[in-house]
Protein backbone atom coordinates (compact mmCIF):
# COMPACT_ATOMS: atom_id res chain seq x y z
CA UNK A 1 0.00 0.00 0.00
CA UNK A 2 1.26 3.56 -0.98
CA UNK A 3 1.38 6.16 1.51
CA UNK A 4 -0.78 8.00 -0.39
CA UNK A 5 -3.36 5.68 -0.03
CA UNK A 6 -2.64 5.05 3.48
CA UNK A 7 -2.97 8.74 4.18
CA UNK A 8 -6.43 8.62 2.41
CA UNK A 9 -8.16 5.95 4.68
CA UNK A 10 -6.87 7.50 7.68
CA UNK A 11 -8.57 10.40 6.75
CA UNK A 12 -11.81 8.22 5.86
CA UNK A 13 -11.84 6.33 9.35
CA UNK A 14 -14.65 7.32 11.43
CA UNK A 15 -14.21 9.91 14.00
CA UNK A 16 -13.11 9.16 17.59
CA UNK A 17 -16.30 8.69 20.04
CA UNK A 18 -15.88 12.13 21.57
CA UNK A 19 -16.21 13.75 17.91
CA UNK A 20 -20.25 14.94 17.71
CA UNK A 21 -20.81 13.60 14.37
CA UNK A 22 -19.71 9.32 15.89
CA UNK A 23 -22.81 10.05 18.07
CA UNK A 24 -25.35 7.37 17.04
CA UNK A 25 -27.86 8.56 20.26
CA UNK A 26 -28.54 11.11 22.61
CA UNK A 27 -27.04 8.53 25.04
CA UNK A 28 -23.99 8.41 23.33
CA UNK A 29 -24.13 12.61 23.73
CA UNK A 30 -24.69 11.55 27.78
CA UNK A 31 -21.74 8.98 27.76
CA UNK A 32 -19.12 11.89 26.07
CA UNK A 33 -20.03 14.23 28.74
CA UNK A 34 -19.64 11.89 31.28
CA UNK A 35 -15.94 11.78 30.65
CA UNK A 36 -15.21 15.03 29.85
CA UNK A 37 -16.98 16.76 32.51
CA UNK A 38 -15.86 16.49 36.58
CA UNK A 39 -18.15 14.28 38.75
CA UNK A 40 -19.57 16.41 40.30
CA UNK A 41 -20.88 18.69 37.51
CA UNK A 42 -21.93 16.14 35.44
CA UNK A 43 -24.02 14.28 38.45
CA UNK A 44 -25.70 18.51 38.73
CA UNK A 45 -26.99 17.81 35.31
CA UNK A 46 -28.21 14.04 35.43
CA UNK A 47 -28.74 13.94 39.16
CA UNK A 48 -32.44 14.17 40.54
CA UNK A 49 -33.98 14.72 43.89
CA UNK A 50 -33.74 12.39 47.09
CA UNK A 51 -34.28 8.71 46.39
CA UNK A 52 -34.28 9.51 42.66
CA UNK A 53 -37.79 7.90 42.32
CA UNK A 54 -39.46 10.31 39.63
CA UNK A 55 -36.17 10.41 37.49
CA UNK A 56 -36.63 6.60 37.09
CA UNK A 57 -39.96 6.91 36.28
CA UNK A 58 -39.36 9.59 33.99
CA UNK A 59 -36.86 6.93 32.20
CA UNK A 60 -39.58 3.69 32.72
CA UNK A 61 -43.30 4.94 32.02
CA UNK A 62 -42.64 6.48 28.42
CA UNK A 63 -42.32 3.20 27.74
CA UNK A 64 -45.69 1.94 28.96
CA UNK A 65 -47.26 2.20 24.76
CA UNK A 66 -45.96 0.92 21.66
CA UNK A 67 -46.12 1.94 18.41
CA UNK A 68 -48.55 0.48 16.03
CA UNK A 69 -47.64 0.55 12.58
CA UNK A 70 -49.10 0.65 9.09
CA UNK A 71 -47.28 -0.35 6.24
CA UNK A 72 -47.46 -0.10 2.53
CA UNK A 73 -48.46 3.23 3.11
CA UNK A 74 -46.99 4.86 0.06
CA UNK A 75 -45.51 7.38 2.39
CA UNK A 76 -42.21 9.29 0.46
CA UNK A 77 -41.19 12.38 2.24
CA UNK A 78 -42.26 13.17 5.85
CA UNK A 79 -42.44 16.57 7.54
CA UNK A 80 -42.02 17.48 11.06
CA UNK A 81 -43.20 21.05 11.08
CA UNK A 82 -45.99 22.29 13.31
CA UNK A 83 -47.49 25.32 14.79
CA UNK A 84 -46.84 26.06 18.58
CA UNK A 85 -48.70 29.37 19.61
CA UNK A 86 -48.70 30.77 16.61
CA UNK A 87 -45.37 30.41 15.76
CA UNK A 88 -43.97 27.89 13.04
CA UNK A 89 -41.72 25.57 14.47
CA UNK A 90 -39.52 23.23 12.14
CA UNK A 91 -39.57 20.47 14.07
CA UNK A 92 -42.16 19.80 17.53
CA UNK A 93 -38.89 19.95 20.04
CA UNK A 94 -37.93 22.99 21.60
CA UNK A 95 -34.97 23.32 24.21
CA UNK A 96 -35.76 23.79 27.63
CA UNK A 97 -34.94 26.52 30.10
CA UNK A 98 -31.99 25.33 32.29
CA UNK A 99 -29.79 26.91 35.09
CA UNK A 100 -26.34 28.00 35.23
CA UNK A 101 -25.28 26.06 32.07
CA UNK A 102 -22.15 28.02 32.41
CA UNK A 103 -21.07 25.26 34.74
CA UNK A 104 -21.52 22.72 31.84
CA UNK A 105 -19.23 24.89 29.10
CA UNK A 106 -18.02 28.38 29.41
CA UNK A 107 -20.13 29.08 26.12
CA UNK A 108 -23.24 28.57 28.21
CA UNK A 109 -26.50 30.22 26.94
CA UNK A 110 -24.91 31.83 24.02
CA UNK A 111 -23.65 28.10 22.62
CA UNK A 112 -26.98 26.87 23.07
CA UNK A 113 -28.29 29.76 21.09
CA UNK A 114 -26.28 30.04 18.64
CA UNK A 115 -27.11 25.99 17.93
CA UNK A 116 -30.74 26.47 18.45
CA UNK A 117 -30.77 29.24 15.63
CA UNK A 118 -28.41 26.65 13.24
CA UNK A 119 -30.88 23.98 14.04
CA UNK A 120 -34.05 26.29 13.48
CA UNK A 121 -35.54 25.30 17.02
CA UNK A 122 -36.60 27.82 19.85
CA UNK A 123 -34.85 27.63 22.85
CA UNK A 124 -36.39 28.89 26.29
CA UNK A 125 -34.01 30.79 28.27
CA UNK A 126 -33.91 30.68 31.94
CA UNK A 127 -33.49 34.51 32.98
CA UNK A 128 -32.85 34.37 36.26
CA UNK A 129 -30.30 31.69 36.44
CA UNK A 130 -28.78 32.63 33.51
CA UNK A 131 -25.45 33.08 32.79
CA UNK A 132 -25.54 35.55 30.36
CA UNK A 133 -27.39 38.55 29.44
CA UNK A 134 -30.41 38.57 27.57
CA UNK A 135 -29.03 41.18 25.14
CA UNK A 136 -26.18 39.18 24.10
CA UNK A 137 -29.11 35.97 24.40
CA UNK A 138 -31.14 37.85 21.77
CA UNK A 139 -27.93 38.67 19.44
CA UNK A 140 -27.12 35.14 18.73
CA UNK A 141 -30.52 33.93 18.32
CA UNK A 142 -33.34 36.12 17.35
CA UNK A 143 -36.65 35.74 17.08
CA UNK A 144 -36.25 32.05 18.26
CA UNK A 145 -35.86 32.56 21.67
CA UNK A 146 -38.93 31.91 24.36
CA UNK A 147 -38.22 33.38 28.13
CA UNK A 148 -38.62 31.17 31.20
CA UNK A 149 -39.01 33.11 34.45
CA UNK A 150 -39.27 31.97 38.31
CA UNK A 151 -41.65 34.53 40.07
CA UNK A 152 -39.47 36.42 42.66
CA UNK A 153 -40.33 37.85 45.87
CA UNK A 154 -38.97 41.29 45.20
CA UNK A 155 -42.52 41.64 42.98
CA UNK A 156 -40.48 45.11 42.09
CA UNK A 157 -37.56 43.20 40.28
CA UNK A 158 -40.06 40.65 38.81
CA UNK A 159 -41.84 43.27 37.04
CA UNK A 160 -38.70 45.03 35.87
CA UNK A 161 -37.07 41.93 34.72
CA UNK A 162 -40.41 40.87 32.85
CA UNK A 163 -40.52 44.12 31.05
CA UNK A 164 -37.19 44.28 29.99
CA UNK A 165 -37.62 40.74 28.47
CA UNK A 166 -40.86 42.21 26.48
CA UNK A 167 -38.55 45.31 25.19
CA UNK A 168 -36.17 42.98 23.91
CA UNK A 169 -38.58 41.22 21.68
CA UNK A 170 -39.57 37.90 23.64
CA UNK A 171 -43.18 36.84 23.08
CA UNK A 172 -43.61 34.03 24.57
CA UNK A 173 -43.92 33.45 28.48
CA UNK A 174 -42.93 30.48 30.27
CA UNK A 175 -43.72 30.72 34.03
CA UNK A 176 -42.29 27.63 36.25
CA UNK A 177 -44.61 26.74 39.03
CA UNK A 178 -43.35 23.70 40.26
CA UNK A 179 -40.31 25.04 41.99
CA UNK A 180 -41.69 27.55 45.41
CA UNK A 181 -38.54 26.02 47.26
CA UNK A 182 -35.68 24.03 45.47
CA UNK A 183 -35.79 20.17 45.92
CA UNK A 184 -32.98 18.42 47.80
CA UNK A 185 -30.29 16.82 45.28
CA UNK A 186 -28.58 14.41 47.17
CA UNK A 187 -25.91 13.70 44.73
CA UNK A 188 -25.11 17.85 44.51
CA UNK A 189 -25.04 17.57 48.40
CA UNK A 190 -22.62 14.22 48.12
CA UNK A 191 -20.49 15.93 45.97
CA UNK A 192 -20.17 19.19 47.92
CA UNK A 193 -21.99 21.32 44.70
CA UNK A 194 -24.52 23.59 45.49
CA UNK A 195 -26.66 25.47 43.59
CA UNK A 196 -25.83 27.71 42.24
CA UNK A 197 -22.84 25.75 42.16
CA UNK A 198 -19.96 26.75 43.86
CA UNK A 199 -16.08 25.86 43.68
CA UNK A 200 -15.29 23.45 46.71
CA UNK A 201 -11.67 21.39 47.35
CA UNK A 202 -13.76 18.53 46.07
CA UNK A 203 -14.63 19.99 42.89
CA UNK A 204 -10.77 21.07 41.94
CA UNK A 205 -9.57 17.64 42.52
CA UNK A 206 -12.32 16.39 39.86
CA UNK A 207 -11.16 19.55 37.81
CA UNK A 208 -7.57 17.64 37.58
CA UNK A 209 -9.03 14.71 36.88
CA UNK A 210 -10.79 15.98 33.85
CA UNK A 211 -8.05 18.96 32.58
CA UNK A 212 -10.04 19.61 29.24
CA UNK A 213 -13.01 21.28 31.16
CA UNK A 214 -11.32 22.76 33.98
CA UNK A 215 -8.98 24.63 31.21
CA UNK A 216 -11.96 26.20 29.43
CA UNK A 217 -13.67 26.77 32.87
CA UNK A 218 -10.78 28.80 34.31
CA UNK A 219 -10.53 30.76 30.98
CA UNK A 220 -14.28 31.56 30.86
CA UNK A 221 -15.90 33.93 32.18
CA UNK A 222 -17.24 34.06 35.71
CA UNK A 223 -20.36 32.99 36.73
CA UNK A 224 -23.10 35.05 38.14
CA UNK A 225 -26.59 36.44 37.24
CA UNK A 226 -26.08 39.21 35.08
CA UNK A 227 -29.90 39.73 34.58
CA UNK A 228 -30.23 39.69 38.47
CA UNK A 229 -27.14 42.72 38.30
CA UNK A 230 -27.79 43.41 41.97
CA UNK A 231 -27.13 39.55 43.28
CA UNK A 232 -23.80 38.11 44.17
CA UNK A 233 -24.47 34.51 42.84
CA UNK A 234 -21.43 33.26 44.76
CA UNK A 235 -21.35 35.77 47.85
CA UNK A 236 -24.97 34.50 48.38
CA UNK A 237 -25.62 31.18 47.20
CA UNK A 238 -26.75 29.77 50.23
CA UNK A 239 -30.20 32.25 50.05
CA UNK A 240 -30.52 32.28 46.65
CA UNK A 241 -33.75 30.47 46.25
CA UNK A 242 -35.07 33.05 48.44
CA UNK A 243 -35.30 35.05 45.98
CA UNK A 244 -38.46 33.21 44.59
CA UNK A 245 -41.58 33.43 45.82
CA UNK A 246 -42.42 30.50 48.22
CA UNK A 247 -46.04 31.56 48.73
CA UNK A 248 -47.05 31.09 44.83
CA UNK A 249 -50.32 30.96 44.18
CA UNK A 250 -52.83 32.07 41.14
CA UNK A 251 -52.99 35.88 42.10
CA UNK A 252 -49.47 36.35 41.04
CA UNK A 253 -50.30 33.96 37.39
CA UNK A 254 -52.94 36.59 37.15
CA UNK A 255 -50.91 39.73 37.61
CA UNK A 256 -48.40 38.05 35.38
CA UNK A 257 -50.88 37.44 32.53
CA UNK A 258 -52.14 41.09 32.92
CA UNK A 259 -48.95 42.33 32.67
CA UNK A 260 -47.66 40.29 29.91
CA UNK A 261 -48.71 40.91 26.58
CA UNK A 262 -47.85 37.86 24.46
CA UNK A 263 -49.09 33.89 25.51
CA UNK A 264 -48.54 32.98 29.10
CA UNK A 265 -47.12 29.17 29.37
CA UNK A 266 -47.26 27.30 33.06
CA UNK A 267 -44.63 25.24 33.46
CA UNK A 268 -44.89 22.25 35.67
CA UNK A 269 -48.86 21.11 36.04
CA UNK A 270 -49.20 17.42 37.01
CA UNK A 271 -53.38 17.04 37.18
CA UNK A 272 -56.16 17.58 36.02
CA UNK A 273 -57.83 19.71 38.42
CA UNK A 274 -55.02 22.26 38.17
CA UNK A 275 -55.40 21.73 34.41
CA UNK A 276 -59.17 23.18 34.39
CA UNK A 277 -58.01 25.98 36.57
CA UNK A 278 -55.61 27.15 33.73
CA UNK A 279 -58.54 27.24 31.59
CA UNK A 280 -60.40 29.58 34.49
CA UNK A 281 -57.57 31.82 34.54
CA UNK A 282 -56.97 32.42 30.65
CA UNK A 283 -53.31 30.64 30.29
CA UNK A 284 -52.59 29.80 26.87
CA UNK A 285 -50.45 26.69 27.71
CA UNK A 286 -49.34 24.10 29.49
CA UNK A 287 -46.08 22.35 30.35
CA UNK A 288 -46.85 18.69 31.64
CA UNK A 289 -43.52 18.09 33.43
CA UNK A 290 -42.37 17.10 36.49
CA UNK A 291 -38.82 19.41 36.66
CA UNK A 292 -36.95 16.50 34.72
CA UNK A 293 -37.87 14.93 38.44
CA UNK A 294 -35.42 17.29 40.34
CA UNK A 295 -38.46 18.68 42.86
CA UNK A 296 -41.23 16.71 44.26
CA UNK A 297 -39.58 13.24 44.65
CA UNK A 298 -42.24 9.89 44.02
CA UNK A 299 -44.65 12.39 41.51
CA UNK A 300 -45.98 10.92 38.03
CA UNK A 301 -43.90 10.71 34.88
CA UNK A 302 -45.85 13.52 32.47
CA UNK A 303 -46.44 10.40 30.42
CA UNK A 304 -48.77 8.77 33.05
CA UNK A 305 -50.93 11.90 33.26
CA UNK A 306 -50.36 13.86 29.72
CA UNK A 307 -53.22 12.10 28.09
CA UNK A 308 -56.14 13.25 31.05
CA UNK A 309 -54.66 16.45 31.22
CA UNK A 310 -54.59 17.38 27.28
CA UNK A 311 -58.21 15.89 27.17
CA UNK A 312 -59.27 18.91 29.26
CA UNK A 313 -57.02 21.11 27.82
CA UNK A 314 -57.17 21.13 24.74
CA UNK A 315 -61.06 21.30 23.46
CA UNK A 316 -60.99 24.56 25.49
CA UNK A 317 -58.26 25.81 23.02
CA UNK A 318 -54.99 25.79 25.21
CA UNK A 319 -51.91 24.21 23.95
CA UNK A 320 -50.32 21.18 25.79
CA UNK A 321 -46.57 20.60 25.88
CA UNK A 322 -44.44 18.35 27.78
CA UNK A 323 -40.97 17.58 29.13
CA UNK A 324 -39.16 15.78 31.58
CA UNK A 325 -37.57 12.19 29.74
CA UNK A 326 -37.41 12.80 26.02
CA UNK A 327 -34.61 10.57 24.75
CA UNK A 328 -35.35 9.33 21.36
CA UNK A 329 -37.69 10.51 18.62
CA UNK A 330 -40.10 7.95 19.92
CA UNK A 331 -41.07 9.12 23.02
CA UNK A 332 -41.68 12.50 20.66
CA UNK A 333 -44.37 10.68 18.83
CA UNK A 334 -45.48 9.30 22.11
CA UNK A 335 -46.21 12.16 23.68
CA UNK A 336 -48.14 13.97 20.65
CA UNK A 337 -49.62 10.47 20.11
CA UNK A 338 -51.42 11.39 23.69
CA UNK A 339 -52.17 14.93 23.33
CA UNK A 340 -49.13 17.45 23.44
CA UNK A 341 -48.31 19.62 20.66
CA UNK A 342 -44.64 19.50 21.12
CA UNK A 343 -42.04 18.46 23.96
CA UNK A 344 -39.01 20.36 25.39
CA UNK A 345 -35.68 18.73 26.13
CA UNK A 346 -33.15 19.96 28.63
CA UNK A 347 -30.39 17.20 29.42
CA UNK A 348 -29.93 15.91 26.09
CA UNK A 349 -28.42 18.90 25.07
CA UNK A 350 -26.77 19.76 27.75
CA UNK A 351 -25.07 16.51 27.28
CA UNK A 352 -23.80 17.18 23.65
CA UNK A 353 -22.83 20.95 24.90
CA UNK A 354 -21.08 19.28 27.90
CA UNK A 355 -18.92 17.10 26.11
CA UNK A 356 -18.60 19.49 22.72
CA UNK A 357 -19.91 22.87 22.90
CA UNK A 358 -22.30 24.59 20.59
CA UNK A 359 -21.71 21.45 17.54
CA UNK A 360 -22.51 18.96 20.37
CA UNK A 361 -25.99 20.79 21.04
CA UNK A 362 -26.56 20.47 17.29
CA UNK A 363 -25.56 17.39 17.14
CA UNK A 364 -28.35 16.11 19.65
CA UNK A 365 -30.62 18.34 17.65
CA UNK A 366 -29.83 16.22 14.50
CA UNK A 367 -30.37 13.09 16.15
CA UNK A 368 -33.47 13.59 17.36
CA UNK A 369 -34.75 14.76 14.13
CA UNK A 370 -33.54 12.04 11.77
CA UNK A 371 -35.13 9.49 14.24
CA UNK A 372 -38.64 11.32 13.97
CA UNK A 373 -37.94 11.27 10.83
CA UNK A 374 -37.05 7.30 10.09
CA UNK A 375 -40.17 6.54 13.37
CA UNK A 376 -42.84 8.38 11.41
CA UNK A 377 -42.07 6.84 7.94
CA UNK A 378 -41.82 3.21 9.65
CA UNK A 379 -44.90 4.18 10.84
CA UNK A 380 -46.54 4.68 7.87
CA UNK A 381 -47.44 8.34 7.93
CA UNK A 382 -45.80 11.25 6.17
CA UNK A 383 -46.37 14.20 8.67
CA UNK A 384 -46.42 15.17 12.04
CA UNK A 385 -49.75 15.82 11.98
CA UNK A 386 -50.72 13.16 11.42
CA UNK A 387 -49.59 11.38 14.55
CA UNK A 388 -52.85 10.49 17.10
CA UNK A 389 -54.00 7.89 19.59
CA UNK A 390 -54.33 5.19 17.15
CA UNK A 391 -50.97 4.84 16.63
CA UNK A 392 -49.82 3.93 20.39
CA UNK A 393 -51.01 0.49 21.96
CA UNK A 394 -50.30 -0.64 24.86
CA UNK A 395 -47.69 -2.62 26.61
CA UNK A 396 -50.42 -5.64 27.56
CA UNK A 397 -52.06 -4.97 23.86
CA UNK A 398 -54.86 -2.52 24.93
CA UNK A 399 -55.43 0.94 22.65
CA UNK A 400 -54.87 4.09 24.63
CA UNK A 401 -57.52 5.08 23.01
CA UNK A 402 -60.28 2.85 24.34
CA UNK A 403 -58.15 2.85 27.69
CA UNK A 404 -57.29 6.08 28.34
CA UNK A 405 -55.15 6.93 32.08
CA UNK A 406 -57.43 8.23 34.85
CA UNK A 407 -56.83 9.59 37.94
CA UNK A 408 -53.47 9.79 37.83
Given amino acids: MQPREL ?101 GEVAVARAARREDVVYTVSAAASNTDLDDLVSACPDRMWFNYYPLADEQ ?32 VRNGLTIPPSITPRTVLEGVRHPGWSQAFLRGPALGTPNLPDVDILASSSSFPSLFQRDLGWPTIRRIRDRWAGPVVLKGVLSVEVARQCVDEGVDAVVVSNHGGRQLDGVPSPFEVLEPIADVLRPAGLEVLLDSGIRRGRDVITAVALGATAVLVGRPYLYGLGAAGQPGVERVVQLLRAELHRSLHLLGLDSIGAVDRSVLARTGGETSGTHPIRGR
Avoid at 56 to 69: G, M, Q, T
Avoid at 161 to 174: E, I, K, N, P, T
Fill in 7 to 107: AGLLRARPPGRHRPEAWASVEDAERAAQRRLPRPVFEFVSGGAEDELTLERNARRKNDWSLHPRVLQGVGQTRLDCQVLGERHSLPILLAPTGFTGIVHPD
Fill in 157 to 188: RGNALLDRAASLGFRVLVVTVDVPVAGWRERD
